[in-house]
């Protein structure tokens, strides 16, 4: 961990030096205009954030400190006798900058399999609520119950130096990650498998053991959390978990309290919701067209159908993409591999050909393309995970490798209190009149 610490510390003193220079000399030049319309709506196309872990390009998808996912998919260590990335190596790329050599990732294994171990007192937090409540609100339960191991904010209580706040943090997010997947684990055999508990495997990854954790031993869907838990783990910095996550650590509170907020952002249907939201409209459409195989036609109907009622086509469309995503893609490739003949994988296909030009003949809907949720439910009932509300949990413990690792770049690079202005109606037409 120390090697770690030091290695990371010397990229960040560089990166913190180049910011300094980079400032100095281009300060004061524009990143661009804001108008109006993006005042009003949502912040669409205004830069405002660093997010150093990825990129996202409109036309082409995410890239990971400059890796694309089919790169990854050949770059990063794998599991012995598995071809999908290993998402610890993907955390060591994003933290550090350099893609992971095999011993680089199994260090980071080792860590997350050393701090495990969840406290007594959170499954009981977990425990108290009723067996009804969604997932997600068990997770964040279970995360904030988590806090109290908080080294950082055990530290500042004691009178932190701000020069220390990136130790204690990565301390923490290192911490949480390990945990994350016992957490998850927990709060699936709890709601689904009348709380039988499967104890963690100590020798197996981190994604092995949280498949393990839940139950499922198929050698394939330990590949397919391999490849989620990457897939999933980043979208550069202004969607709303990782946006959310950095706001709140920008008031220093510590890693548990601003995961969890960003957590509570991801589990909105506009957001890390619309996984389970896409399973549920496919399940709602196979019982009304009474047939697990619908046609072509009948999908395009049932489209026409939901538009008309008002709802929005889960899983399609993006506030930042204008094509495929990359990471629809590469299920889609796992699902060809693993599970051709599937008939709900295959129905997502024949939504993938329904569904964009219909989406694009409204006019409207600036992407009509299907984002990463429109794939990753039908691959895991494949496997028998057919709880769809358990889905977004999996997508949050994903999540925690990319807005931890940024939240720990934030404090290393000293990022300020985030506190952008904001106006009401009234000042704007003053505005407007010129008073
Ligand atoms: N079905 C129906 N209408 C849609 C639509 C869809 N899939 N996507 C966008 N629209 C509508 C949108 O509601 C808006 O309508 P109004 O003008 O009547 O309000 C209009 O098209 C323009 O929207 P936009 O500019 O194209 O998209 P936004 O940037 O405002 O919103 C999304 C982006 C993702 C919230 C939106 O496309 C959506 O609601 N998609 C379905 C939910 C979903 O799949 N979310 C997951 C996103 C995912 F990548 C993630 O975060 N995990």
């Known amino acids: ?258 995961y969890a907020a960003g957590m509570n952002g991801l589990a909105g249907p506009l957001h890390g919701l619309a996984n389970q939201e896409v399973i549920k409209w496919i399940f709602e459409m196979q019982a009304e067209i009474g047939s697990d195989d619908p046609t072509p036609e009948q999908i395009a109907d049932y489209v026409q159908q939901t538009l008309k009622s008002g709802k929005v086509v889960p899983g399609y469309g993006h506030a930042v993409l204008r094509k495929t995503d990359p990471r629809f893609t590469a299920q889609m490739e796992f699902g060809k591999k693993h599970m051709p003949d599937d008939k709900l994988v295959k129905t997502v296909w024949k939504i993938y050909e329904t569904v964009p030009p219909i989406l694009q003949s409204l006019g409207k809907i600036k992407n009509p393309w299907p984002n990463v949720d429109a794939h990753s439910g039908a691959l895991l009932v494949h496997f028998g995970l057919k709880e769809y509300e358990f889905y977004t949990v999996l997508f949050a413990v994903s999540r925690a490798l990319g807005v931890l690792a940024s939240l720990i770049w934030d404090r290393a690079l000293g990022f300020p209190l985030e506190r952008p202005k904001s106006v009401t109606t009234n000042a704007v037409k003053m505005w407007l009149e010129g008073k």
Do not use: C
């Not at 071809?83 to 990732?105: A, K, N, Q, R, W």
């Not at 981190?206 to 391999?226: C, T, Y």
């Open 1 to 258: 961990m120390d090697i770690l610490k030091e290695r990371f510390k010397a990229k960040a003193d560089a990166a913190a030096a180049e910011i300094k220079d980079l400032l100095k000399e281009h300060g004061n030049k524009k990143v661009g205009e804001v108008t109006l319309s993006q005042v009003y709506q949502g912040m669409r196309g205004i830069t405002g954030l660093v997010t150093e872990t990825s990129l996202l390009d409109a036309q082409e998808g995410i890239r990971f400190r400059g890796y694309s996912i089919p790169e990854l998919q050949e770059k990063l260590p794998k599991a012995k006798d598995g071809s999908e990335p290993l998402p610890e190596g993907l955390f060591f790329l994003m933290l550090l900058g350099e893609l992971p050599s095999e011993e680089d990732t199994n260090k980071i294994t080792s860590i997350l399999q050393r701090r495990s171990h969840v406290p007594a007192h959170v499954f009981d937090a977990i425990d108290a609520l009723p067996i009804t409540t969604h997932p997600m609100t068990m997770y964040v339960v279970g995360v904030m119950a988590l806090q109290t191991e908080s080294v950082f904010a055990k530290k500042y209580a004691e009178g932190l130096n701000k020069k220390d706040y990136w130790d204690a943090t990565f301390d923490d997010a290192l911490t949480l990650i390990a945990r994350l997947p016992r957490i998850a684990a927990y709060i699936y055999r709890r709601k689904y498998k009348n709380s039988e508990h499967i104890q963690p495997n100590g020798l197996l990854d981190w994604s092995g053991n949280l498949a393990h954790m839940m139950g499922f031993n198929d050698e394939r869907f330990h590949e397919l959390m391999r490849l989620y838990m990457t897939i999933h783990a980043d979208h550069e910095g202004g969607n709303v978990s990782a946006h959310t996550t950095h706001l709140v650590g920008s008031a220093l509170s510590d890693s548990y309290l601003s």
